[in-house]
């Protein structure tokens, strides 16, 4: 199983569109179409698809704040996909690309306090919660540890 990122193409972008979460996780995340529309209309977010072998299984957006913090925003891993460890490498990923810019203090991402599945899973991969707030939801960030 490998799982590959990819800025959202003219041809992956309809299968981003096409993914669906589970009916409990619908009231933390939007529907993708959403997501790429802010992409396409607001300078700051870009969007990635994740590839398993040749199916786009999820979908995710970063962008860089005015101090140089990376976000990562609008994460989904389709229902079908979900429970295989998908979420987690697709974080992984996108979390180390993002903070190997020479410029990056932190990467950053905001949780809804309620969705306890999510805010579990940021911190198993390093994300600290850190008392800020994003509108409503709770700013977590990883900052690289050096050798």
């Known amino acids: 199983?490998?799982?590959?990122?990819?800025?959202?193409?003219?041809?992956?972008?309809?299968?981003?569109?096409?993914?669906?979460?589970l009916p409990e996780q619908r009231a933390f995340v939007a529907d993708v179409s959403h997501y790429l529309c802010l992409c396409a209309y607001e300078d700051t977010?870009?969007?990635?698809a994740a590839i398993l072998d040749d199916t786009v299984v999820g979908f995710a957006m970063w962008g860089v704040d005015d101090d140089h913090s990376r976000w990562i925003g609008?994460?989904?891993?389709?229902?079908?996909?979900?429970?295989?460890?998908?979420?987690s490498a697709l974080?992984?990923?996108?979390?180390d690309q993002l903070a190997a810019e020479p410029d990056c203090p932190n990467v950053a991402l905001s949780i809804s306090p309620d969705n306890t599945v999510a805010r579990a899973l940021y911190a198993s991969l390093g994300f600290a919660e850190t008392g800020e707030l994003d509108d409503?939801?709770?700013v977590a960030r990883w900052v690289?540890?050096?050798p």
Do not use: K, N
Not at 45 to 48: A, D, L
Not at 74 to 87: E, N, Y
Not at 91 to 95: A, F, H, K, T, V
């Open 1 to 21: 199983m490998t799982l590959r990122i990819e800025p959202v193409s003219a041809q992956t972008w309809r299968a981003c569109e096409a993914l669906r979460v």
């Open 45 to 48: 977010w870009q969007p990635v």
């Open 74 to 87: 609008g994460v989904v891993i389709d229902r079908a996909h979900q429970g295989r460890g998908l979420g």
């Open 91 to 95: 974080m992984i990923q996108l979390r």
């Open 136 to 138: 409503t939801e709770l």
């Open 144 to 146: 690289a540890r050096t």
